[in-house]
Every structure is written in structure tokens, then in C-alpha cells.
């Protein structure tokens, strides 16, 4: 069984649109006080270039873990 971890970082631009950066295998465990910083920065230094629009907030961080197994 292979495991995958994901960090995913969540905005929504000036233009109402969602959007997402994926983070592969973060640092374990993750810090919260160092996503909420990363989350604040991005916003505040826009820095990012996107068609949706600038990114006006964030809307959180997750993380997602999946478990695939083959069958045959």
C-alpha cells in the first residue's frame, strides 16, 4: 500500500474564484503557526500571477492523505 500526503493551501481571488496551491509530502507534522504565516505572506505579497484574479484572502490549509493498494 503506497501512502500520499497532501497540504493543500486554499484563497479566493478579488474575482470571487477559488484556488488552490498543492504542497507534496510536507515537513511531519505539519506546524500550524508556520501554515497560517505561509497563508498571511502569500496573501499580503501577492506574489502569485493568476487568470482567477489576485488573491484577496485565504481560506484555510488541509491536508490530505490517501492510501491506494493494487489489486492485481
Not at 21 to 36: G, L, M
Not at 60 to 67: K, L, N, P, R, Y
Amino acid at each position: 500500500m503506497a501512502s500520499k500526503v497532501v497540504l493543500q493551501l486554499g484563497f479566493t481571488t478579488d474575482q470571487g474564484k477559488s484556488v488552490h496551491f498543492n504542497i507534496a509530502n510536507p515537513k511531519q507534522p505539519v506546524d500550524s503557526t508556520a501554515v497560517a504565516t505561509a497563508l498571511s505572506t502569500i496573501v499580503a505579497k501577492n506574489i502569485f500571477a493568476l487568470p482567477q484574479g489576485t488573491i484577496a484572502k485565504s481560506t484555510g490549509a488541509i491536508q490530505v492523505s490517501t492510501d491506494t493498494t493494487t489489486i492485481s
